[in-house]
């Protein structure tokens, strides 16, 4: 089975701080994609940051940017120059192919708040 | 935002009562799915479909049904619903299997 693991419950940051959250995973696949989601008090699920195991590259998008270690099976996303904003629960998930092609598979999120 | 609506947004509902809750997308994408979120288990998918009455089952799919007869429609039913189906549903699509999956604004669904 394929497997998220987000270790940290919750985390807590100061604003203009930096904060990494953690994530790893558990595959038999070789090509597959990860995945960070945000999930505001609003309930919306929104796509933060996407990675593609083929890729040495770490993605970065802004103030976002992910440590991307495939042998240590690890995906954490770093968030610079927090903002009030980014308060949110956060999702790791990813996307393999063969059996599970089609399928995301999350962790239980961390609950991030950034304080003034 | 992709065109993504749920249908209804909230609902309250008596255990043993069938219910049925509507996604519908504007996008044309193949791949449509339902998920539940519950405190503690982050999102798990209960069925998807990648095409026109093309479904299969996720990991939560025991008490669930779905049915897609058109690309835009993709309906959840519950056909007795229980306690322990109080949650949160999420619909997302996806033009492919490996593409980041677009969500839904979510229902929350009370059996009582």
């Known amino acids: 089975a394929q497997t998220v693991t987000q270790s940290q419950p919750e985390m807590s940051v100061q604003e203009a701080e930096t904060v990494t959250l953690s994530c790893t995973y558990d595959t038999s696949e070789s090509n597959y994609y990860l995945f960070w989601y945000k999930q505001p008090p609003s309930r919306q699920m929104i796509l933060v940051i996407r990675q593609e195991a083929y890729k040495q590259q770490n993605a970065t998008e802004n103030r976002f940017s992910v440590n991307f270690q495939k042998a240590a099976k690890s995906f954490s996303l770093k968030i610079s120059d927090s903002q009030l904003g980014d308060t949110a629960m956060y999702f790791c998930?990813?996307?393999?192919?063969?059996?599970?092609?089609?399928?995301?598979?999350f962790g239980q999120g961390t609950i991030l708040t950034v304080h003034p | 935002d992709a065109g993504i609506t749920q249908s209804p947004r909230h609902k309250v509902t008596e255990t043993g009562t069938p219910v049925t809750l509507r996604c519908h997308q504007t996008?044309?994408?193949?791949?449509m799915y339902w998920y539940r979120q519950d405190p503690g288990h982050g999102l798990r998918l209960i069925h998807y479909?990648?095409?026109?009455?093309?479904?299969d089952k996720g990991e939560v799919s025991d008490g669930y049904s779905v049915s897609r007869s058109k690309t835009e429609d993709f309906l959840l039913t519950l056909e007795s619903a229980t306690s322990s189906q109080t949650s949160v549903y999420f619909c997302a699509i996806a033009p492919t299997g490996f593409d980041e999956q677009f969500f839904g604004p979510g229902t929350r669904l009370t059996v009582l």
């Open positions: 996008e044309n994408h193949r791949y």
């Open positions: 479909s990648y095409g026109v009455k093309d479904t």
């Open positions: 998930a990813f996307n393999a192919g063969g059996t599970s092609y089609g399928k995301l598979t």
